[in-house]
């Protein structure tokens, strides 16, 4: 099959998280299984975009900022859309990583307007929100896109319920697709303690203060252990920084800055725990690559990966209160033999539920479901 993968932004510093992590993974498992795959975005922060993501060919064109103020779900890519309206046409299908953004909705609406069979994969990114714009675009955008999709993708039940609240019907076909990552050869440091790590965007939903106040309350109990931050600047780095040197913490506690998405794997390797203890956080990707190199992972109890866990022993989870971070970061540094268990259980869970090319051949049935439907109406 001819697939083209559709994601709103790409960035050296991956500042668009998430979804573009899944969409190359994807990409790249469909490409070793033998089909043509493109990924297809908007770009910044390059001076020259890259033409490939991990071996998989990318066209990205450049993102432009028409409404400030509003993070990605400003920014339009005039080049992609014309791109589009040329060479739609030569896809089976498009799968678009659909956001409530001005990228990914008229490629959408582009594809359902030349008859070129499309599914979405919203990544949490369409919600029941509250927020003005985001009413705005349902009504003149999302709703259509979400009610003609022959496929839509989610990864949990409050997904699924809230794209039913957008669509304001429950008439659509719905189907669970997780998150995968590729089954890495590498292995985390973990027995050796040297390292806590926070590597996720410095935002206010991840919680980086969180992380460096449970360092703070840890630092003289394990003077050999270093924690470090990694990833860009989203509004918390001051405030991070600040609180550093306040508790003359700089030898400890440290702030790498941001890292590009091919880099994270490596990085964490080099690390003995992972933590991120954002609230609410859908399906993190940075988990599920933190599990697969068996590195102990530390989230909230609201993270929505937990319930899909088979194994619940496969990460730690730990309350929103600093007391409860602290308790499980100091057990699991004290004690290297279930810091092997703990990163021994999360690789296998990841092998067994969340390998990409299991993900991959789910998302390519649901592909061919969707173009035969599609053919059998042109008969």
Same mark, same amino acid.
């Given at each position: 099959?001819?697939?083209?993968?559709?994601?709103?932004?790409?960035?050296?510093?991956? &500042?668009?998280?998430?979804?573009?992590?899944?969409?190359?993974?994807?990409?790249?498992?469909?490409?070793? $299984?033998?089909?043509?795959?493109?990924?297809?975005?908007?770009?910044?922060? +390059?001076?020259? !975009?890259? #033409?490939?993501?991990?071996?998989?060919?990318?066209?990205?064109?450049?993102? @432009?900022?028409?409404? !400030?103020?509003?993070?990605?779900?400003?920014?339009?890519?005039?080049?992609?859309?014309?791109?589009?309206?040329?060479?739609?046409?030569?896809?089976?299908?498009?799968?678009?990583?659909?956001? @409530?953004?001005?990228?990914?909705?008229?490629?959408?609406?582009?594809?359902?307007?030349?008859?070129?069979? *499309?599914?979405?994969?919203?990544?949490?990114?369409?919600?029941?929100?509250?927020?003005?714009?985001?009413?705005?675009?349902?009504?003149?955008? #999302?709703?259509?896109?979400?009610?003609? &999709?022959?496929?839509?993708?989610?990864?949990?039940?409050?997904?699924?319920?809230?794209?039913?609240?957008?669509?304001?019907?429950?008439?659509?076909?719905?189907?669970?697709? !997780?998150?995968?990552?590729?089954?890495?050869?590498?292995?985390?440091?973990?027995?050796?303690?040297?390292?806590?790590?926070?590597?996720?965007?410095?935002? $206010?939903?991840?919680? !980086?203060?969180?992380?460096?106040?449970?360092?703070?309350?840890?630092?003289? %109990?394990?003077?050999?252990?270093?924690?470090?931050?990694?990833?860009?600047? /989203?509004?918390?780095? &001051?405030?991070?920084?600040? @609180?550093?040197?306040?508790?003359?913490?700089?030898?400890?506690?440290?702030?790498?800055?941001?890292?590009?998405?091919?880099?994270?794997?490596?990085?964490?390797?080099?690390?003995?725990? *992972?933590?991120?203890?954002?609230?609410?956080?859908?399906?993190?990707?940075?988990?599920?690559?933190?599990?697969?190199?068996?590195?102990? #992972?530390?989230?909230?109890?609201?993270?929505?990966?937990?319930?899909?866990?088979?194994?619940?022993?496969?990460?730690?989870?730990?309350?929103?209160?600093?007391?409860?971070?602290?308790? /499980?970061?100091?057990?699991?540094?004290?004690?290297?033999?279930?810091?092997?268990?703990?990163?021994?259980?999360?690789?296998?869970?990841?092998?067994? @539920?969340?390998?990409? +090319?299991?993900?991959?051949?789910?998302?390519?049935?649901? *592909?061919?479901?969707?173009?035969? %439907?599609? /053919?059998?109406? /042109?008969?």
């Amino acid at each position: 099959m001819k697939i083209a993968h559709v994601v709103t932004l790409v960035s050296p510093d991956g &500042a668009f998280g998430g979804p573009v992590r899944v969409a190359t993974n994807l990409a790249r498992a469909m490409q070793d $299984a033998g089909h043509e795959v493109t990924i297809l975005g908007s770009h910044r922060g +390059y001076d020259l !975009p890259p #033409t490939q993501l991990e071996g998989v060919p990318a066209r990205l064109f450049p993102a @432009r900022r028409l409404l !400030p103020g509003l993070g990605f779900s400003g920014l339009v890519s005039p080049g992609l859309l014309a791109h589009l309206h040329r060479h739609i046409a030569e896809f089976d299908i498009v799968h678009l990583h659909l956001a @409530r953004d001005l990228v990914t909705l008229p490629s959408a609406l582009l594809a359902r307007r030349r008859g070129v069979p *499309y599914v979405t994969q919203t990544h949490g990114m369409i919600d029941a929100s509250r927020r003005r714009l985001a009413h705005v675009l349902d009504a003149l955008a #999302t709703r259509t896109v979400l009610r003609q &999709a022959p496929t839509l993708f989610h990864l949990t039940e409050q997904e699924r319920d809230d794209l039913v609240q957008v669509a304001r019907t429950s008439s659509l076909p719905l189907a669970q697709l !997780p998150n995968g990552v590729p089954v890495s050869k590498l292995q985390a440091d973990v027995e050796s303690g040297r390292e806590v790590l926070f590597l996720a965007r410095l935002h $206010a939903v991840k919680r !980086p203060l969180a992380f460096v106040e449970a360092a703070i309350a840890l630092k003289e %109990q394990f003077p050999e252990t270093r924690f470090t931050l990694v990833g860009p600047d /989203e509004g918390e780095a &001051a405030d991070v920084m600040h @609180r550093i040197e306040s508790a003359n913490a700089g030898g400890a506690i440290s702030w790498e800055g941001s890292l590009a998405p091919s880099q994270t794997l490596e990085r964490m390797s080099r690390a003995s725990i *992972y933590v991120l203890p954002s609230i609410e956080e859908l399906f993190p990707m940075s988990v599920l690559e933190a599990m697969s190199i068996g590195l102990p #992972t530390i989230v909230t109890d609201t993270c929505g990966l937990i319930p899909e866990l088979h194994d619940p022993n496969a990460v730690v989870v730990v309350n929103s209160s600093l007391d409860g971070l602290v308790t /499980e970061l100091k057990r699991l540094l004290s004690d290297p033999t279930a810091r092997v268990a703990l990163g021994d259980q999360a690789r296998r869970e990841v092998e067994d @539920r969340f390998s990409i +090319y299991n993900i991959a051949a789910i998302a390519t049935s649901a *592909y061919r479901s969707v173009t035969s %439907q599609a /053919e059998r109406l /042109e008969l």
